[in-house]
């Protein structure tokens, strides 16, 4: 049997020699590069904590000793560990999640998974647990170099060191890289700590001086090695960095050293008190196509030749990403007032094509949400038009500022979303379905939502016009669907899709959903039921045309890829109710709760968002009974039989 099999929870570890612990930290890289290879997933960052991960489950007592991961995309090595090595179905439906989840192992404490925020959960945990008594626990907060640059982790470190009469040890795993490598005043100080080479001779040199002296003098390296970073630490002046937050520093530490890690985690829970433990990590560590990747290490890869690292199955369709990527460098080349934001996203965004064309016109903020955004409305106050570029998901991070720094004071910044709607594998946390709900309060704010393509390339360049306000540009993750012309573009920009006999229904496709919205058209007409399809380009406000073709229809759909409570659809018939039509209105969308990891199209039709059901919802209202469903019919495709015509 291999170590690994051998392991069904971290106390198996505690019987393992160090010669077993270092053929388990090899089989553990096999394992995922071979797993994650055929499902995707987050692979560079857990090849980067083997060691740590191994270390931290032999120090300490998880789950009575809580490690909360920041982040979370690191936690794969965690799960081997605690008894979960079934990674067939990895982040599909039924498989493990690709973050931590409480439903899957008491081991898993923090779904979140955006970064900053470990600091402030073992922050609350660990005063808690001195509270109520429990101060033979620790608690354990891993947290990388990238989410330093995250305004909360400082916030939370000036509450840790308020109080250091707690069990509380701060793993930084410092590989120097986010996504890509990071940014920032921070990331340059780390860097030096890294690469100073007086720093390395010393260290290396006083442990060969007492292990020199055999068996007493490695017991007093040992009991000095926290003394020892310390005197040593001030040829880097590290130490000075967290000194008068009143935090003891241990490090830096060879991440990849089981030995030393084990040594070091070893002192810092002996402590009794709020400890940084400093350790050197390199992502994708042992995969060499992973090391070689510039770009990202393989932070996440789709399925890929676990021997070349290559991807698999790769399509020649485009993704909403590259057609972003080239609308922003054309924009660049009229205007040299347009200007890029990303929060440690560069490439992830789309903004590495702008960077290279305009590399004086691209900043990076680091993990920084909302320094972003207030960032931004002073840039645009200063007479530039800045383009911020995030997921969706992280947009909840900066509302904030997006309504009192940006729109309070009519600034003209663009917001651009990525991953907007459902993602899929990642899970409830990545999901970017709350935008547009959340961002539709804030007064004066105009979103766009393209349909294809050439309506992305239309939109954003609409966008970047405006100046007396916050826009935003949202589109999914994945590729684009065919382009869909208009029959019709009315005076307001809204697109008229199709238009077929009597005014039945109105569909009001909210951009990609607007393909969705053209098959339940045409399986209404299979039905005899007139309909219009209509994409608004703008959803929000809401067009006039919207109105009017509204009051002359029976009933409107709506349907967009966001939460219904707040969304779109019910902007729509608030706006029909100012207006006095009463003409009924159904709002479709996604559920007001978090979403489990599956495939896109899982989720959406677990929310009712296939056509065939929402053409059979129609069927029933506009007809008035519930219609059965049939087999399709071979000549007109109907997905149900209609008895009898019946007045409409």
């Known amino acids: ?24 930290a090899q089989e553990v ?18 090849l980067g904590v083997v060691e740590l991960t191994i270390a931290l489950h032999r120090v300490f007592d998880s789950p009575n000793d809580p490690i909360v991961f920041d982040t979370g995309h690191q936690s794969y090595v965690h799960k081997l560990l605690t008894g979960r090595q079934d990674f067939t179905d990895l982040r599909s439906r039924g498989g493990l999640a690709g973050y931590p989840q409480r439903s899957e192992s008491g081991h898993d404490v923090v779904e979140s998974s955006h970064a900053s925020s470990s600091l402030s959960w073992a922050d609350g945990i660990s005063r808690a647990f001195t509270r109520t008594g429990r101060t033979d626990r620790h608690v354990v907060a891993v947290v990388g170099d990238g989410a330093l640059t995250g305004g909360m982790t400082w916030e939370a470190l000036n509450n840790i060191s308020d109080d ?137 890869v789709g399925k890929i030749d676990p021997l070349t690292g290559e991807p698999l199955g790769s399509s020649s369709s ?25 929060a440690a996203m560069l490439r992830p965004t789309g903004l590495q094509r702008f960077a290279q064309h305009f590399p004086d016109r691209v900043y990076d903020v680091g993990i920084a949400e909302q320094h972003a955004a207030a960032s931004a409305a002073g840039m645009a106050f200063g007479g530039l038009h800045p383009v911020v570029a995030i997921y969706a998901t992280f947009m909840n991070r900066a509302f904030d500022q997006v309504m009192m720094d940006v729109a ?63 826009t935003v540009v949202r589109f999914p993750k994945g590729t684009v669907g065919a382009e869909l012309p208009a029959i019709e573009r009315r005076a307001d920009g809204t697109d008229v899709l199709y238009r077929d006999g009597a005014e039945d229904v109105l569909l009001v496709g909210i951009g990609p959903m607007a393909h969705l919205a053209m098959d339940v058209a045409a399986r209404l007409r299979a039905q005899g039921i007139g309909s ?36 779109v659809g019910t902007r729509v018939r608030q706006v029909l109710r100012e207006a006095g039509v009463d003409t009924a209105v159904d709002e479709l969308g996604l559920p007001d709760e978090f979403i489990d990891h599956a495939t896109r199209e899982q989720i959406l039709a677990d929310a009712g968002l296939s056509a065939a059901k929402i053409a059979q919802d129609v069927v029933s209202q506009v007809l008035g009974t519930r219609i059965p469903v049939a087999r399709p019919s071979a000549d007109t495709g109907a997905i149900w039989t209609v008895n009898e015509p019946q007045d409409r």
């Open 1 to 24: 049997m291999s170590v690994l099999a051998s392991i069904t929870g971290p106390r198996d570890l505690d019987a393992l020699s160090a010669e077993q612990l270092i053929e388990l």
């Open 29 to 46: 890289r096999d394992f995922l590069v071979e797993n994650v290879s055929r499902t995707g997933g987050h692979l560079g960052p857990n």
């Open 164 to 300: 250091n009469e707690r069990n509380l040890v701060i793993v930084v795993n410092d590989n120097g890289r986010s996504y890509a490598p990071t940014i920032g005043g921070m990331a340059r100080y780390l860097n030096r700590v890294r690469t100073t080479d007086g720093y390395e001779n010393l260290r290396r040199g006083s442990a060969t001086f007492f292990r020199r002296l055999g068996p007493a003098g490695r017991a007093v390296y040992r009991g000095l090695r926290g003394g020892t970073h310390g005197f040593l630490s001030r040829f880097t002046n590290n130490e000075a960095l967290y000194s008068n937050l009143d935090i003891k520093y241990l490090g830096p530490i060879d991440g990849h050293d089981l030995n030393a890690l084990l040594e070091t985690l070893a002192l810092a829970k002996a402590h009794d008190a709020p400890v940084i433990v400093h350790v050197i990590t390199e992502k994708g560590r042992g995969y060499e196509p992973a090391r070689n990747d510039e770009a990202d290490q393989f932070h996440a």
């Open 318 to 342: 485009i993704a909403w990403t590259d057609v972003f990527a080239d609308a922003l460098v054309d924009a660049g080349e009229r205007r040299d007032d347009v200007i890029a934001i990303t």
């Open 408 to 470: 309070l004071h009519k600034a003209g910044v663009t917001f651009v979303l990525d991953r907007a709607g459902v993602t899929g594998p990642d899970g409830p946390s990545h999901h970017g379905i709350w935008d547009l709900a959340m961002l539709q309060l804030v007064p004066g704010i105009r979103i766009a939502v393209p349909r294809d393509a050439a309506r992305l390339r239309e939109e954003f360049d609409e966008a970047i016009e405006v100046a007396d306000g916050p």
């Open 532 to 567: 219009t399809v209509v994409d608004p380009r703008w959803a929000i406000p809401v067009q006039p045309s919207i109105v009017e073709l509204a009051a002359s229809h029976r009933l409107v759909i709506t349907i967009e890829d966001g939460i219904r409570v707040g969304g």
